[in-house]
Every structure is written in C-alpha cells, then in structure tokens.
C-alpha cells in the first residue's frame, strides 16, 4: 500500500505542504499568543484587527516565540528522531525534560501527567471526562507526519500521544480528524473531501456540529475545533483564516495552531506569509523544516520497510 502511494504522489509537492502544515501551526501560534484570553471586542479596541506576529500577550513573550503547542509538538518530533520510530516513553521523556526547562506557558492538565511521569514513572492516565481540553489536539502535526500513507496507524498513535496527558472519547476524536484532515490535504484532498471528515466527526460526536457558530473559542477541544472549522471552511487563504481564527480570542494560541496546521497543508508552503515566516524564532524555524524531512522520511507513504513503526 505505501509503495503504490509514494509512486502516485510527488515527493517533493508532499514535503512542501508538509512543510506548511508543521511550519504552519508555529505561525498560528505565535500570532495568536497575543490575543489568547481576549475577547473578541478587547482584540479590536487593541489591535483594530491583529494580523501581525508581535508577541506580547498575557505571557509578554518576543515576536516570533511560541508556546507549549510548538513546543510539544517539537518535542513528538525528536522522540521519532532518537527511536527512529515510536515510543510513548520516548516522547514522555522528552515532555519531561522540556518542562523542567520551566517553559513559559504549560497547560495545567499537561502539567499534571508530565509531572506524574517525573516523579512516579507512570507512563499514561485514566479516562477523565475533566480532559476534554486541546492540549493533546494541538500538538498532531508530528504524528499526522510519521503516519502520512497508513490511517489505521494514525489512529492508533494519535491515541496513544493523547492518552499520555489527556484521556477523553472528545480529545481523541479530535486528534484523529486533525491528523485525518493533515494528512488527506497533504495528499492534495480538495474541501469538500476535508468536509466530509468532518460530517464524519460530526456524526459520531454531535458537540462537534459547528453550523450557527456562537463564537466559543475555549481550550474545550469542542469549541477549539468549531472555531477552527468555522474559519477554515468560510475562509478563502491560509492568512484569511489565521486572522479570523486568532481575533475571536480565547485560546488564540491552539486554535491558531491547528488552524494553522490544516490550512497550511491545504494551501501549501508558499502560501504561508513571508512577513509572519521572517519573524518566526529561527530556531524553531530551523528546527521544524529539519523534522518534516526526517518524519516523512519514516512515514508508511515513503519509508523503507522495517522502518517506520520503530521500537
């Protein structure tokens, strides 16, 4: 299956929307960590409209810095690079040592089960309906990459990463049609497709159903993603939807991030704004073009056999 998929795809067309997708959601990010915990008439007597990355916000940071959704997700990306594969206590690991960092931002239920991990080694947690939050759908872009050419595979480790901070039917659903979404508009999927994995979603969790949107844009991962949807299918470009997405305010930074991470596989690399990539971290920058390349080199759609799943 992944040999007939990686021949009728265009390697190079993959990586660059790839390449949007990951990059994209660190734009999301850093643009809406500045109005994350406005409310919407707040962002306009501030900004009139917020379309730049300037930084600032609740956690003061530099133009250009991201967050914990990045930062995760960076986090996703080098567990694969040092198993060459996946390990749930790999990442884990990795979430560890980033947060004795003493990052700037880390959501609370996040905080939680990396600090579990830390001091009792318990590797995951039981089911919560406290953990519907967005922390584990933000941080999709590495595994929708890893998995890229085998969906069962996607479902399963989108899971699996879900499951070692947040474990709620609402939060994995909401990871597997991100990772879904990521990777059918990577393989060039047109909207009504993508809409139709969201019908999917929809059906089987109704909360989800996001037609007469109220304007919600909590770290509820159901108003995340009605949020989302709302902007990415009534918008027309990927800067369009991102600063629709991040002046309705509220968690500005996830649902920017997943915003990002799906209209940038959608519209591609190069629609993505020269101004907002200048300004993004280099580090970061550097860093995530180094992943995309090393993920999908692993993923089913392109990988050598015996080598994606890793230990």
């Known amino acids: 299956m992944a040999e007939a998929l990686s021949a009728v795809f265009d390697r190079q067309d993959v990586v660059q929307r790839a390449r949007g997708a990951f990059l994209g959601m660190a734009l999301g990010d850093a643009l809406g960590a500045t109005t994350e915990f406005l409310l919407p008439g707040e962002i306009r007597y501030r900004h009139k409209v917020h379309n730049r990355i300037t930084g600032g916000g609740w956690l ?3 133009a250009g810095e991201v967050t914990d959704d990045t930062q ?15 390990s749930a206590r790999c990442v884990m690991e990795h979430f560890a040592r980033w947060l004795k960092t003493k990052p700037v931002d ?41 998995t890229l050419g085998n969906e069962a595979l996607l479902a399963r480790l989108a899971v699996e990463q ?24 990577i393989l060039g999927a047109d909207r009504p497709a993508l809409h139709g994995i969201v019908r999917e979603l929809i059906a089987a969790h109704p909360k989800f159903q996001y037609h007469n949107y109220r304007g919600g844009a909590s770290a509820y991962v159901v ?21 629709a ?8 930074d996830t649902t920017g991030a997943i915003a990002g991470m799906i209209a940038g596989a959608f519209y591609g690399l190069e629609a993505l704004p ?3 990539l ?13 992943q995309v390349v090393r993920l999908l080199d692993l993923a089913p759609i392109f990988h050598r056999p015996g080598t994606a799943e890793g230990r």
């Open 60 to 62: 003061n940071l530099k």
């Open 72 to 86: 995760m997700s960076l986090c996703i990306g080098r567990a694969i690079d040092e198993t060459g594969g996946w």
């Open 106 to 146: 880390v959501g609370a239920t996040c905080r939680r089960s990396i600090s579990r991990y830390i001091l009792k080694q318990e590797l995951g947690k039981e089911y919560s309906d406290w953990d519907a939050g967005n922390g584990a759908a933000m941080r999709m872009a590495p595994v929708a990459l890893f």
């Open 162 to 185: 879900a499951h070692l901070t947040h474990n709620n039917r609402l939060s994995d659903a909401a990871c597997i049609t991100i990772g879904r979404l990521v990777q059918q508009a």
């Open 223 to 243: 108003e995340t993603l009605q949020t989302v949807f709302h902007y990415f299918f009534g918008t027309a470009n990927f800067e369009e939807c991102l600063v």
């Open 245 to 252: 997405v991040v002046n309705q305010g509220g968690d500005a």
């Open 274 to 276: 020269k101004k907002w």
């Open 278 to 290: 200048k300004v993004l971290d280099p580090k970061v920058r550097d860093e995530i073009d180094g």
